[in-house]
């Protein structure tokens, strides 16, 4: 099965994602919108079995900067209503709540590890099955679900932000917090200028190296939480998630 990424980065990838899809037995696709790569034909679809739609600088309302958002937004709401099985993250968090006819808004700025805790709802849920109810994880994000899509199930929360976790239907999943965060994530994106700036908002100018050592210090957990994440989407999207 090949899995189709939409990325707004190349620096943000599947990352400790991409040995569970290989693993599996699974194959995966970038395309670098921010690049100028154009968001695929809809009949491209046919070629793949799932759609991921990965993180980005940006923000979700500036169409007028970013040509390729608005058919972003419609090519993921085609593939959902076609019932293509979805998985997005922080930015694709936000593309999924737009495109499903939600609304997307500047919000409080969390950056760092922190925790969000289950809903009722995301206890209940498989795509959060076997997860703690309160679970840590790494937030570099200043927008936020201001209004989920009608129909959406809130599945996480934390104080400065309702929805940290959301399922739109039976098979799309997003989370506005980083599931896919690797020993070198904090490094590769504070390349990139606006990253940078947030972390040193945050955290001071050495707030490169304090986010490297809050996530080295829960990086196991980090990674239990992404395989059990996997197996979790896989479940419910009816695909294989190997060993």
Known sequence: MKILVLQ??????????????????????PVHLNEGEPVPPVSDLDAYGALWVMGGPMD???EDQYSWLAPEKAFVKTAIDGGMPFFGLCFGHQILAEA????????TAEVGVMEVALTEDGVRSGFLEGMPQTLTTLQWHGAE??????GATILASSPACAVQA???????FSAQFHLEVEA???DNWAAIPAYE???????????????????????????????QVWRNWCAAAGLAAGA
């Open 145 to 150: 679900v201001a209004d989920p899509p009608p």
């Open 166 to 172: 959301m399922s739109v239907g039976p098979t799309a």
């Open 100 to 107: 499903m006819g939600g609304k997307c808004a500047p919000g």
């Open 8 to 29: 707004h980065e190349r620096v943000e990838h599947p990352a400790a994602f991409r040995w569970l899809i290989e693993a599996a037995g699974h194959s995966w696709h």
């Open 197 to 227: 700036a947030a972390l040193v908002k945050s955290f001071g100018p050495g707030g490169v190296a304090t986010l490297r050592a809050d996530c080295a210090a829960h990086m196991s957990g980090f990674e239990a939480s992404a395989r």
């Open 184 to 186: 070198d994530t904090v």
């Open 60 to 62: 979700v309302w500036e």
